[in-house]
């Protein structure tokens, strides 16, 4: 069974840093795309991030454009997402997902999430 | 990179269909045939249940069915169950491996 088990999460003041991990499982992880979605307080999805099987391609969204990278290890099934300059619009739950990158564009499996508080 | 416009809700009685819409631009919806569709359960992980328009994953009930026309596409439940009542966003490739999500439909099964 497919497993994505995010961790990181937790309470920053405005402009700090965050590292958010994911660690999969159940697939073969080298082999697929990942990404970071969230999902403020009562509002819906955004796309935030994602990283493709080897690493070498990185895709941003405008939101977060300078302030976040995203990573992976591929020899411990795990990808990263570097949070910095943190402001309170950044407040979600963030989730990881398994994503296909090329010739097709989906989330095909989630994490449960991981929650992430911007606030003084 | 603008969100695509959804229904802030729909509803229907058991036995019924329902079709939630989701309206992008040529840039992203009527651009690519890669528009998914996620169900979340309140306190729960969205999960996909329509991807490349059309297709369900497997173990997704044949009830569940999509399409597109121009700009917007749809997500039609035939047959609607009670654990159908959710929340359903849609979603496209925008251009250059990046995603938008729709708003989301609160789907209430009367």
């Known amino acids: 069974e497919e497993q994505l088990l995010e961790s990181g999460g937790g309470l920053v003041q405005p402009g700090g840093s965050l590292r958010l991990s994911c660690a999969a499982s159940?697939?073969?992880?080298?082999?697929?795309?990942m990404s970071w979605v969230r999902q403020a307080p009562g509002k819906g999805l955004e796309w935030v991030s994602a990283?493709?099987?080897?690493?070498?391609?990185?895709y941003y969204a405008d939101s977060v454009k300078g302030r976040f990278t995203i990573s992976r290890d591929n020899s411990n099934k795990t990808v990263f997402l570097q949070m910095n300059s943190l402001r309170a619009e950044d407040t979600a739950v963030y989730y990881c997902?398994?994503?296909?990158?090329?010739?097709?564009?989906?989330?095909?499996?989630w994490g449960q999430g991981t929650q992430v508080t911007v606030s003084s | 990179q603008s969100a695509l416009t959804q229904p802030p809700s729909a509803s229907g009685s058991p036995g019924q269909s329902v079709t939630i819409s989701c309206t992008g631009t040529?840039?992203?919806?009527?651009?690519?045939?890669?528009v998914s569709w996620y169900q979340q359960h309140p306190g729960k992980a969205p999960k996909l249940i329509i991807y490349?328009?059309?297709k369900r994953p497997s173990g997704v009930p044949d009830r569940f069915s999509g399409s597109k026309s121009g700009n917007t596409a749809s997500l039609t439940v035939f047959g609607l169950q009670a654990e159908d009542e959710a929340d359903y966003y849609c979603?496209?490739?925008?251009?250059?491996?990046?995603?938008?999500f729709g708003g989301g439909t609160k789907l209430t099964v009367l």
């Open positions: 490349e328009v059309n």
């Open positions: 990283i493709s099987s080897g690493g070498a391609g990185i």
């Open positions: 159940g697939f073969t992880f080298v082999n697929y795309g």
């Open positions: 040529s840039s992203d919806v009527g651009a690519y045939n890669y």
């Open positions: 979603s496209s490739h925008a251009g250059s491996k990046t995603w938008v």
């Open positions: 997902a398994k994503v296909y990158i090329l010739g097709a564009y989906f989330f095909a499996s």
